[in-house]
């Protein structure tokens, strides 16, 4: 299950409703899909993870406009995984919404509302979330440095970010705080 940080506000939160709730009044959406509902391997191939979830991905479809849905793979030996971390590392938005399923692993977002303080939600396998379209945000992969996830987009072509450059991304350790926790290497 998710686990919400904000620092500003030296709370976390580690509740599936409370968690619910607080994004919701930050604009984004979160849902926990059972884990005991998993109904593929996580190493599964990318077809056989997006027909398992196919119903699902539908409605997602259906609700948000989206049109296609992939599967992304990120692994410690992933090719320029250093340099794809740079892309997403840094903080920005998009012109369409970012919607996320993790399948294995976890990973690290951090969003920045324009009139709330910045929230760092660290994902695991079963955690569902949409960041809306022009919400600024920034991604960071947990140490074990692997995450798997069913992606939505609204454009086949994909999104693009549009980076704010205000360096507010550098006052933000990429460090999990959750009970998956593995040290970053530095």
């Given at each position: 299950m998710a686990v919400v940080n904000i620092p500003d506000k030296n709370l976390v939160l580690h509740d599936s409703a409370e968690i619910t709730n607080y994004l919701a009044g930050?604009?984004?959406?979160?849902?926990?899909?059972?884990?005991?509902?998993?109904?593929?391997?996580?190493?599964?191939?990318?077809?056989?993870?997006?027909?398992?979830?196919?119903?699902?991905?539908?409605?997602?479809?259906?609700?948000?406009?989206y049109v296609t849905a992939d599967v992304i793979n990120i692994v410690p030996t992933t090719p320029n995984l250093d340099a794809m971390l740079g892309k997403f590392n840094r903080e920005h938005w998009h012109d369409e919404d970012e919607v996320r399923f993790i399948?294995?692993?976890?990973?690290?977002?951090?969003?920045?509302?324009?009139?709330?303080?910045?929230?760092?939600?660290?994902?695991?396998?079963?955690?569902?979330?949409?960041?809306?379209?022009?919400?600024?945000?920034?991604?960071?992969?947990?140490?074990?440095?692997?995450?798997?996830?069913?992606?939505?987009?609204?454009?086949?072509?994909g999104w693009t970010p549009q980076y704010t450059e205000s360096g507010v991304d550098a006052n933000y350790q990429p460090l999990c705080f959750g009970v998956n926790y593995i040290p970053a290497k530095f």
């Open positions: 930050i604009g984004i959406d979160y849902e926990r899909w059972d884990a005991r509902e998993m109904r593929v391997s996580p190493d599964a191939s990318e077809d056989e993870i997006l027909a398992a979830y196919a119903d699902e991905i539908e409605k997602l479809k259906v609700s948000g406009g399948v294995k692993g976890h990973g690290l977002f951090h969003i920045a509302p324009t009139d709330s303080e910045i929230v760092s939600i660290e994902m695991e396998a079963g955690d569902l979330i949409r960041v809306p379209r022009g919400t600024r945000h920034w991604f960071n992969l947990c140490g074990d440095r692997t995450v798997r996830a069913i992606r939505l987009f609204q454009d086949v072509s």
